[in-house]
């Protein structure tokens, strides 16, 4: 599968599983994610992203913005979005 990176992970916040991500690249609801770091490896259909507590259907370059994730992200982590 090609990818290209799109952000890292500055903050996981554990107790409602969400990854605080800032962005280098584009995503958008419905995009697939891989994300990858020193124990974390795992990919996943994007279903919201929100910006300031707000959802919003795409985010680009320079945005911080939170999303829900199955696995523990650690800062760090580097998140690519799945190209086809």
Excluded: C
Aim: hydrophobic share 35%.
């Amino acid at each position: 599968m090609p990818e290209e990176e799109i952000g890292r992970v500055t903050h996981y916040f554990n107790k409602i599983s969400v990854a605080a991500i800032e962005l280098t690249g584009n995503l958008a609801v419905g995009d697939t994610i891989h994300v990858k770091g020193h124990t974390a490896d795992w990919t996943q259909e994007v279903d919201s992203i929100q910006i300031e507590h707000e959802n919003v259907e795409k985010a680009g370059p320079g945005d911080s913005i939170g999303i829900k994730v199955p696995g523990h992200a650690h800062e760090h982590d580097v998140v690519y979005k799945v190209t086809d």
